[in-house]
């Protein structure tokens, strides 16, 4: 099995700056594709970045410029560095991965529990 978790969150507030970390374990031969996800209360779940095995990059319109994503597979890591934040930011923030945990295995997608961030003067 494969467990992701996610840490980093907190409050902060307007035009300050937060890294988020993804850290998967377990048994893992590769990880492909990872993405983060937010969710604010009464909104649906909005893809905020992705970042695959090539390291090739894709964020929402709404975080262009601000919001970095990057990777650290010999930690099994990934991060969401988050700068000039707004309250429109604030949401649960959760990471995906597709994980193979072995070389003939298949990629299965796992979540985390999400952690909170919070924009707030």
């Known amino acids: 099995q494969v467990q992701l978790v996610e840490s980093g969150g907190g409050l902060v507030q307007p035009g300050g700056s937060l890294r988020l970390s993804c850290v998967a374990s377990g048994n893992i031969f590769r990880i492909n594709e990872v993405a983060w996800y937010r969710q604010a209360p009464g909104k649906e779940r909005e893809l905020v970045a992705t970042?695959?095995?090539?390291?090739?990059?894709n964020y929402a319109d709404s975080v262009k410029g601000r919001f970095t994503i990057s990777r650290d597979d010999a930690k099994n890591t990934v991060y969401l560095q988050m700068d000039s934040l707004q309250p429109e930011d604030t949401a649960l923030y959760s990471c995906?991965?597709?994980?193979?945990?072995?070389?003939?295995?298949?990629?299965?997608?796992?979540w985390g529990p999400g952690t909170q961030v919070t924009v707030s003067s």
């Open positions: 995906n991965a597709g994980v193979r945990s072995g070389w003939a295995r298949p990629s299965i997608n796992y």
């Open positions: 970042i695959t095995s090539e390291t090739r990059r």
